[in-house]
């Protein structure tokens, strides 16, 4: 496996600057546990991208602490890891551990203790503390763990240790820095857009009838680690024909029909970062006139969400402009009935458009982040969001649907961040017009 680079000073600069949002008090942040998938076979570990963000340590059995410190009592802000300890049996086995030492050192955290050691140290470290940060809810073993070791600290009252007396959810304060992205991240969604971008071109180009679904999907998945990333971002849907009305499908099982579109959303992890792709091109090539008519009527309203994408917009923005287009134009097709504003006041286009215009992207394919401010209204894009602009039609077999439209399902995908002056379109090099379409896939020999 291609092992992720890491930068300490950003990793570090993430917890100074998560310290100084704290003010005060002590954070908790675990990584995600090892995933049995049958009998004694793991699913391939993935950190918790919280924990990631401030360490860039990869390795299970890990936890953060962050201590605030405190200004006028002098104490300073310190950065603790827990994690394995170097165990050479261990290593001939499942290869490679820091060890808290050289974690300690290659990391640049302050102090760092074997993840054994936790229920010695951690609850020292909580007492006198003001306030925990910490992600109550996420994960019920460490809610366990972390009440006990609050309760130890409570058993200690009528010898004046204090215990926090307020906890608070880490991951607010987190969600809001991994909104916008850094220099140093932006860097790395570029190079998985770019890796996802080629996959998906070099899949129109293999692509041809009586092809098997996850024969497409293996060109992913081979594209993917031979360029350097370390994982699909998610489960690859390669959804020919009618497949393509099951949103999340994913049994990638079938053969691809000549006549058929033939839709893929796949993206990849670079270095922890997802690209989120989705293309939709005709199995034999040539889109057929329906099919050109309703691809063209998403596409445009792919252009016209993208378009809204500029810093200053609300988040709905996007979401309000592909609806604009894609109404007027199921309407002109006989799809909808009645004005544009019926139909959008109704929400009659749901049978055809059943989901939103797009999601953060980052670590997390769907990122962390809040989508409203406190006071209820939709978050203003700023300078350095990603998101994913991805409108749809999906046309199921109905009476009141025109037969020439039964069975096609298109969705157009791209991830964008935004800019001072507007946005870029990070999978610009996923093509996406009918004429460039039909040009690859005429190349193919
Ligand atoms: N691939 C998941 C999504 O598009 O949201
Ligand atoms: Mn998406
Ligand atoms: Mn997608």
Not at 92 to 113: K, L, S, T, V
Not at 142 to 147: E, I, K, S
Not at 258 to 281: K, N, P, Q, V
Request: aromatic share 10%; hydrophobic share 40%.
């Amino acid at each position: 496996m291609n092992t992720i680079k890491f930068n300490v000073s950003e990793f570090n600069t993430r917890r100074q600057k998560l310290m100084v949002t704290m003010h005060e008090g002590i954070a908790i942040i675990p990584t995600a546990p090892e995933a049995i998938r049958n009998r004694d076979s793991h699913y391939p570990y993935r950190f918790d991208s919280y924990f990631y963000y401030l360490t860039g340590f990869t390795e299970p059995e890990s936890l953060l602490v962050l201590i605030a410190g405190n200004v006028s009592t002098g104490e300073p802000p310190k950065s603790i890891l827990f994690c394995r300890d170097k165990d050479i049996e261990r290593e001939i086995w499942d290869g490679f551990r820091y060890g808290p030492e050289d974690a300690m050192q290659a990391f640049g955290f302050d102090e760092a203790y074997s993840i054994n050691q936790l229920d010695l140290i951690v609850p020292k470290l909580l007492s006198n503390q003001t306030k925990l940060f910490y992600s109550l809810g996420a994960d019920i073993q460490w809610d366990a763990r972390v009440t006990a070791w609050l309760n130890e600290v409570r058993n200690l009252a009528r010898t004046g240790i204090a215990a926090p007396a307020e906890i608070a959810d880490v991951r607010q304060l987190v969600d809001n820095m991994r909104l916008t992205k850094s220099t140093f991240e932006i860097d790395l969604m570029r190079r998985s857009a770019n890796i996802a971008a080629a996959a998906h071109n070099r899949a129109m180009l293999v692509t041809k009838p009586l092809k098997k679904e996850y024969e497409i999907e293996a060109e992913f998945l081979h594209a993917f680690y031979s360029s350097g990333a370390q994982a699909p971002a998610y489960t690859s849907i390669v959804a020919g024909g009618a497949n393509a009305c099951t949103l999340h499908y994913n049994a990638n099982n079938c053969v691809l029909n000549d006549g058929d579109l033939l839709l893929i959303d796949a993206g990849c992890e670079l270095d922890s970062y997802a690209s989120d792709i989705t293309r939709t091109f005709p199995v034999n090539g040539k889109f057929s006139a329906p099919q050109k008519d309703l691809y063209e009527l998403v596409l445009n309203s792919q252009l016209a969400a993208i378009e809204a994408a500029k810093p200053g917009n609300h988040w709905n923005a996007p979401h309000e402009a592909a609806l604009d287009v894609l109404v007027q134009g199921f309407i002109d097709f006989q799809l909808c009935k009645g004005s544009k504003d019926a139909v959008l006041e109704s929400g009659s286009y749901r049978q055809f458009y059943m989901h939103r215009t797009g999601h953060w992207l980052g670590l997390d394919v769907h990122d962390a982040g809040d989508y409203k401010d406190k006071a209820g209204n939709w978050s203003l894009l700023q300078a350095g969001n990603t998101l994913t602009v991805e409108p749809g039609c999906y046309v199921r077999p109905a009476d009141n649907v025109p037969q020439h439209f039964w069975n096609i399902g298109i969705r157009i995908e791209d991830d964008v961040l935004i800019t001072a002056n507007g946005n870029e379109v990070l999978t610009k090099n996923a093509i996406k017009t009918v004429v460039d379409i039909e040009a690859l896939m005429s190349s193919q020999h």
